[in-house]
């Protein structure tokens, strides 16, 4: 088993690895830039190591020196978090190269998954439903007419290097084809160093609906169920929720099982989420995150699997704690994220000094968060500063705790989404399940 942990991580996500560590008798050490000594992950870790000043490119970006850290504390693993360096494959393979443990899939994987042209190839290969379009990367405008005028009008232009929304255009006619091509293709180069782009059909309405998948280093892979997380805002997630309200059991198993023998053929070891489309009935697959994600308590309420200690058991070489019959979904979740950011003028970041905090409690409630009365809130990083999950028995049970908890969640000093989180959970589209990816957005034009 793997003895010391160095988390390359900071906020929420590090101190929910030091409190996995903790349960699993594993030693955890916080690595942080000088703008989080006062961090709550720094507070509980067993150790901690300063690794640069606060831009993230100095410091949680900055390869050697976590390295150097992890060699320092003699630590035998590294786990990544999100974001930062958790789907760097040059980084997984140098803490491989160092003698650490990564903590999450082979580079090999996290590189074919980041490439998304060899992504769809390789899942569509082992059986999982694409959105129709190029068979691969598209050179040329006279190439690109020939993909939209067989799929037929709107069709999407992504950079194969890209992912998250960046760089990616609609084509509504012909007309403006070529214009947008060249300017999918430049956007690519600019912004990733690689103007590969791709074609697909654009789906005007789906849902994003992802599915949790985990594979071990015995060739072991099981899903855990779907998370809907199409309540979002220029990319970014606010609500999550598992199960999806518009899938049957039937469904779920059908694309649960597809993604599980996917990873198990590729050889998938860690946690993994692959992203679909899902609109009309079918599923498409979008992308697939090598890494654990910021919605990974969804699943966690609703299988009860601690997915981060199983992160660290399999990184160690254990088997998967559990068989796909042991995956048994209980109830419903749901997360609102939490952001320091002010709702009413167009989400500007609102960092600064939290003059109170109160977070909420009782049955089903969990909050998920590095804050306390008296942090100051950097203005360096992501704005996100703590995740409400509930649990209940049922949605609609799931839906009035997380009313009651907003109530009694107290976070002064700083903007938060909360008001608009307790303005979603009026809105009849919400209650009633009935929202795609555009539903936000169209709420707050
Ligand atoms: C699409 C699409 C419609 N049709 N692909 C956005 C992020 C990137 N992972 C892929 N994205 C999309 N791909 C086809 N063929 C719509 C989106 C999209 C989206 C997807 C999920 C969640 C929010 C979104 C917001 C805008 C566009």
Redesign the pocket.
């Known amino acids: 088993m793997i003895k010391k942990v160095l988390i390359a991580n900071r906020g929420e996500i590090a101190l929910r690895i030091v409190r996995a560590c903790k349960e699993l008798g594993i030693q955890s050490v916080a690595v942080h830039s000088t703008a989080d000594t006062n961090s709550m992950a720094v507070r509980l870790a067993d150790e901690s190591v300063c690794i640069g000043p606060p831009s993230s490119k100095d410091s949680y970006l900055n390869i050697p020196s976590i390295l150097s850290a992890a060699a320092l504390v003699n630590a035998d693993a590294i786990h990544p978090g999100y974001g930062f360096l958790s789907e760097n494959a040059e980084f997984a393979r140098m803490v491989e190269e160092h003698g650490f443990k990564f903590i999450g899939p082979s580079a090999e994987h996290i590189e074919k998954m980041g490439d998304k042209v060899m992504a769809k190839k390789t899942v569509q290969a082992l059986g999982l439903p694409v959105?129709p379009?190029s068979k691969g990367g598209v050179d040329n405008v006279d190439e690109a007419m020939k993909i939209a005028k067989e799929s037929g009008l709107p069709v999407?232009i992504?950079a194969a290097s890209g992912?998250?929304?960046k760089g990616?255009q609609v084509v509504n006619s012909f007309d403006e084809l070529p214009e947008l091509f060249t300017r999918a293709r430049t956007e690519a180069k600019a912004n990733f160093g690689d103007d590969t782009v791709y074609i697909?059909?654009?789906?005007a309405n789906?849902r994003?609906i992802e599915i949790q998948i985990f594979g071990d280093s015995h060739g072991n892979a099981i899903h855990l169920g779907e998370r809907d997380?199409?309540i979002?805002r220029r990319?970014q997630k606010l609500v999550e929720e598992a199960p999806s309200p518009v899938l049957s059991e039937e469904a779920r198993n059908e694309i649960g099982m597809l993604a599980a023998n996917t990873i198990q053929k590729m050889g998938f070891e860690g946690a993994g989420t692959i992203?679909f489309?899902y609109e009309n009935g079918g599923f498409?697959f979008?992308?697939m995150n090598t890494r654990i994600q910021v919605e990974h308590p969804v699943t966690e309420m609703i299988t009860g699997v601690d997915l981060i200690a199983e992160q660290i058991r399999v990184a160690s070489g254990e088997k998967l704690s559990l068989r796909q019959e042991d995956v048994v979904l209980n109830g419903h979740a749901i997360e609102l994220r939490i952001n320091a950011e002010d709702p009413e003028h167009d989400f500007r970041p609102s960092p600064g000094m939290i003059a109170q905090f109160h977070a909420p409690g009782g049955y089903g409630v969990r909050f998920d968060s590095a804050i306390y009365s008296g942090y100051s809130i950097p203005p360096f990083y992501d704005s996100m500063i703590g995740k409400l999950i509930i649990h209940g028995k049922t949605r609609d049970e799931c839906i009035r705790r997380l009313r009651r908890a907003i109530s009694e969640t107290v976070i002064d000093g700083v903007k938060t989404t909360l008001p608009l989180h307790e303005w979603i959970l009026q809105q009849g589209d919400f209650l009633s399940g009935d929202y795609s990816?555009k539903w936000l957005e169209e709420q707050l034009k």
Do not use: A, D, N, R
């Open positions: 959105v379009g999407i992504k992912g998250g929304g990616m697909e059909k654009f789906l789906p994003h997380c199409s979002q990319h992203e489309l498409y979008m992308e990816i």
